[in-house]
């Protein structure tokens, strides 16, 4: 297992420091504009630039097939920390969390598996959901299964189109609720896809995924921004 990180306009990240401390090999996958620069290690070029973040998890998703990489992480660079929730007691054990849910993945037939947001783990009362959670920010994936790509019409929102075609032409995902993660609000980093979100592209998207999954979906706000939501059950 390994870990893929997409990184755009934050040569500062460290998250990759998570996975280093777990044992987790991690490759930045950077535009060739930034490529030379960056002093992030094991960088590959992803070859062309202003391309969006579909097209970097596509090719992150076919280097892996190419390297024979089995089991990867896809993760985003701004994820501050890992743990999990037990019997109420916050457990901020760091990237080894993925270890632990590898060893219930290998045994599962699932293409997807992700944990929870932070702020939401503590009071989850399921220890996991199948087909019925997006999973994103931070997903272990089972590449030899996954035979589909993400569709960059939906860019800001491709990550919940990629899902939603799992469930649909894979066996599908499997969240874990006690796992979490920790990161940003959306939009609010510096870097990465930030310009996008300010100019208000995740609408867009939001409404095309309306048009895709109606009668599922509808828009709703989120705070200061148009969201979709979108029935997965």
Request: a positive charge; proline letters at 4%.
């Given at each position: 297992m390994i870990a893929c990180i997409p990184t755009k306009g934050r040569p500062n990240t460290n998250t990759y420091v998570l996975f280093e401390q777990a044992g987790i090999k991690c490759y930045h996958f950077l535009e060739p504009q930034?490529?030379?620069?960056?002093?992030?290690?094991?960088?590959?070029?992803?070859?062309?630039n202003n391309r969006g973040i579909a097209y970097a998890r596509n090719f992150i998703l076919d280097w892996a097939k190419a390297n024979s990489q089995e089991w990867i992480l896809m993760c985003d660079d701004d994820v501050k920390r890992f743990g999990y929730y037990k019997n109420g007691q916050n457990n901020k054990v760091g990237a080894v969390i993925w270890h632990d849910i590898k060893r219930k993945a290998e045994k599962l037939p699932f293409e997807l598996y992700g944990a929870?947001?932070?702020?939401?783990?503590?009071?989850?009362?399921?220890?996991?959901?199948?087909?019925?959670?997006?999973?994103?920010?931070?997903?272990?994936?089972?590449?030899?299964?996954?035979?589909?790509?993400?569709?960059?019409?939906?860019?800001?929102?491709?990550?919940?189109?990629f899902?939603?075609?799992?469930?649909?032409?894979?066996?599908?995902?499997?969240?874990?609720?006690?796992?979490?993660y920790d990161c940003p609000d959306v939009g609010s980093n510096a870097g990465g896809l930030q310009d996008a979100?300010?100019?208000?592209?995740?609408?867009?998207?939001?409404?095309?995924?309306?048009?895709?999954?109606?009668?599922?979906?509808?828009?709703?706000?989120?705070?200061n921004r148009i969201d979709v939501k979108i029935d997965i059950a």
């Open positions: 930034e490529y030379k620069s960056s002093p992030l290690p094991n960088k590959v070029n992803i070859k062309k929870n947001y932070y702020q939401h783990a503590w009071y989850e009362k399921r220890d996991y959901t199948i087909n019925k959670s997006f999973v994103e920010v931070c997903l272990l994936m089972h590449v030899p299964r996954i035979h589909w790509h993400y569709r960059s019409q939906f860019d800001l929102k491709e990550d919940r189109d899902v939603l075609q799992t469930i649909k032409k894979g066996n599908g995902i499997i969240k874990f609720h006690k796992y979490y979100y300010a100019s208000q592209r995740d609408k867009e998207a939001a409404l095309k995924m309306c048009y895709e999954y109606a009668p599922h979906a509808k828009m709703h706000r989120k705070g």
